[in-house]
């Protein structure tokens, strides 16, 4: 195989600062703070490589490279064969971009205010 295989996406990942690994269906994930940001699992000649970015990012690089294909189970997701990507920094920046959008501190909700009850 050509391309990024699974130790090249586990030494990417592993490379960002607080990433954990973890099995997942069958693949291994790569989370921090507890909460995944790309997966990739082994299909024998290829690897399966999945990740989230910016909704209106995933949809504009699943409509301009084919490479890439939407997850079904997350709007914010895209998939790509590790034989697809010939560019390791290619895939560094995609799975950086993936793990930002994890890391980044959310702002918090103002608390609601209950109505009093009279």
Known sequence: MTGCNAASVRALCLALPGVAEAQHHGGVA????????????????????????EPDAAAALVASDARFTRYARAKNAVVVLGSAIADRAELRTLLGASYELVAKPRAKRPARRRASKR
């Not at 790569?30 to 970015?53: M, N, P, Q, W, Y």
């Open 30 to 53: 790569f989370k921090v703070g507890g909460k995944l940001f790309a997966t990739c699992r082994d299909l024998g000649e290829d690897v399966e490589i999945v990740f989230g970015l």
